[in-house]
């Protein structure tokens, strides 16, 4: 399917944005719409959603955010449109951290979360998003390179993986750093 768009933003409304690309607009429900400004260029990434009465597209600004929604939907009671706003009002960390301690009431302040569902995202995703984030080195790869020829186990590189937040590899290789000495 598609894998990302790149842009102008042509419109908002409150569940959409449109992007405008080669004269064609692309309808695409985000966790918050306002967040984007109307004539901006903005690369979205993309997750298509097919069932048989319907064929939509959720946007996201980054592949960490897809994953952790691809990662939502597979679990049982959970879908696009409960997944989605979750995004809106957490962060990528925070819903991970979340999961990984149990804990149920920050996951219940999302719409139409309740306990069961929370339950159940704690039940089929706990220990899992951690060790997919902190294992894979996808983007990092630099990063782990010169961390191990400085010397620091690839154990606790993995650690500090997804704590990084920086965009350029010079800047991620300095928070590492950081990250490791405490």
Known sequence: MFSFIKGTIAETEKNYITIENNGIGYQIFVANPFSYQIGEEKQVFLYTYIKEDEFSLYGFNSMEEKELFLRLISVKGVGPKLALPMFALGSVKGIID???????????????????????????????????????????????????????KSADIKRVLPKITSEKVE??????????LK
């Open 98 to 152: 979340a999961i990984d301690r149990e804990n149920i009431l920050y996951l219940t302040k999302f719409p139409k979360v309740g306990e069961k569902v929370a339950r159940q995202i704690i039940l089929d995703l706990k220990g899992k998003l951690v060790k997919d984030e902190s294992t894979s080195s996808v983007g990092f790869e630099e990063v782990v390179e010169a961390l191990e020829s400085l010397g620091y």
């Open 171 to 180: 800047d991620q290789i300095k928070e590492a750093l950081q990250l490791l």
